[in-house]
């Protein structure tokens, strides 16, 4: 069995999003993903998923060139090759990381994000060699499903009256009956039990009132609320107030550690994070501080499937809840994500994902929510399969892109609807 790898092929894409509202503005019409393949030397081939801007492309082109002639089996080697690969500086250091909603970007950032599509790539060609899933190559799953979280979205209808972009059926979603409807949509269709609204759109009062509704139409589910960092402290804990006898828990009302540290001394409902927790380096001020009681992993930002078990092994030594954020993704993210997720002892909240948003896919088959879970898959490696018909589709999107869409920019992409939109300072209320 010769593992080496041979070559690596890395695909961007460019995939259907629909107008889904945020605190920096509205998601673009197509966001970019990558596609890392790794084949061996006896042709097996390995897939991984990451974000797909310019920037984490820029970095993967190098470290392809790296690990040819690496085991898929040498695992540790990815972070040593990406560590010697030069981030220009320039594109990341004190610039917001408008994609994944996550605080300030650093280098280090960047090359974990990207690492974490080679290490899962190299896992699914490792597990196709060994005939062995990819949770057997993590230690063994403790669950056979994974729950989900419906992830709510204040929502347009459509893109803006000109702007190239795929149609969807949801509707507009713009006050709390819209959101209730929507909420309806998602447990109808994948039979969702929890429910989590992206926040920071519109006042605090409005999106109290759209959660009440939720909890209203859902009596004892579940709910979650997201500003991403939109809220001042005194807001957030009136927020908490407010809604403290239906929260799960608030995720990122205000922006930073020392916020966030305030905000949870002075309530009792639990924070949780996917913004101030984000590293390694940051975990020691968070949890001594006692600033977050659930982190919110993603495979991507911590560099892959066996950082995330780490992870939650820190998570659990202090006691911190642990779960998973979703960005906008595939069905190879998501495939990558219920593999951790079926490891992981003590996952006590449903994980978010993006994916029934996302009407494309370069899958085979896409992956399936019933009763709001995944079921773990037990066949090879991750147990997906490309189409590389779509694959080379979505491929040509992006090559046939005149650069505007490479990169993710939610600002950018509500300037379309208003000329006059720049970025709110935060807190912006």
């Known amino acids: 069995m010769n593992l080496a790898i041979e070559r690596v092929r890395l695909t961007p894409v460019l995939v259907a999003d629909p107008p889904l509202l945020n605190t920096q503005g509205v998601h673009q019409p197509y966001t970019p993903r990558l596609i890392v393949e790794v084949v061996t030397a006896d042709g097996i081939t390995g897939v991984g998923e990451t974000y797909g801007d310019t920037k984490y492309l820029e970095l993967a082109r190098p470290l392809a060139r790296k690990v040819t002639g690496r085991r898929v089996s040498d695992l540790n080697g990815l972070f040593r090759d990406a560590d010697e ?41 490792l597990g196709k060699a060994l005939g062995l899933p990819v949770h057997a190559l993590l230690g063994g799953k403790v669950r056979d499903a994974v729950e989900y979280s419906a ?78 960092g939109a809220w001042s402290v005194e807001t957030s804990l009136r927020v908490a107030e407010e809604l403290g006898d239906v929260l799960e828990y608030l995720e990122d009302p205000a922006l930073g550690t020392p916020a966030m540290a305030e905000i949870a001394a002075r309530t009792g409902v639990p924070l949780a994070t996917n913004m101030c927790v984000t590293t390694f380096a940051e975990i020691p001020e968070a949890f ?21 078990q780490h992870l939650a092994a820190v998570c659990r030594a202090f006691g911190v809840g642990v779960s998973m954020h979703s960005n906008t993704h595939l069905g190879i993210s998501l495939a990558a994500m219920t593999h951790v997720a079926a490891t992981v002892p003590d996952l006590h909240h449903a994980c978010d994902s993006h994916y029934p948003w996302q009407s494309e896919d370069v899958l085979t088959e896409r992956l399936v929510f019933e009763g709001g879970r995944v079921a773990v898959p037990d066949a090879p490696g991750l147990g997906v399969e490309l189409d590389r018909d779509r694959l080379a589709f979505l491929h040509r999107r992006w090559l046939d892109d005149d650069g505007a869409l490479r990169d993710r920019d939610d600002a950018a992409a509500m300037r379309a609807a208003d000329p006059a939109w720049v970025t709110p300072s935060v807190p912006r209320w």
């Open 85 to 125: 690969v030069a981030v220009d500086a320039s594109r990341v250091v004190g610039q917001a990381d408008v994609g994944g909603l996550r605080g300030v970007q650093t280098a280090g950032k960047l090359r974990l994000s990207v690492v974490s599509a080679f290490e899962v790539a190299c896992l699914d060609a």
């Open 151 to 228: 992830y709510l979205f204040y929502k347009w209808a459509g893109h803006p009256a000109g702007v190239p972009s795929e149609p969807d059926d949801w509707g507009a979603a713009l006050d709390p009956a819209g959101v209730v409807e929507q909420a309806r949509k998602l447990a109808g269709r994948y039979g969702f039990t929890s429910f989590k609204l992206k926040g920071g759109v519109f006042p605090p009062e409005e999106e109290i009132a759209a959660v009440r509704a939720l909890a209203g139409a859902f009596p004892g589910r579940p709910m979650r609320l997201d500003p991403n």
């Open 288 to 308: 001594t501080r006692g600033a977050v009681q659930v982190v919110l992993s993603d495979h991507h930002y911590w560099g892959g499937l066996r950082n995330t």
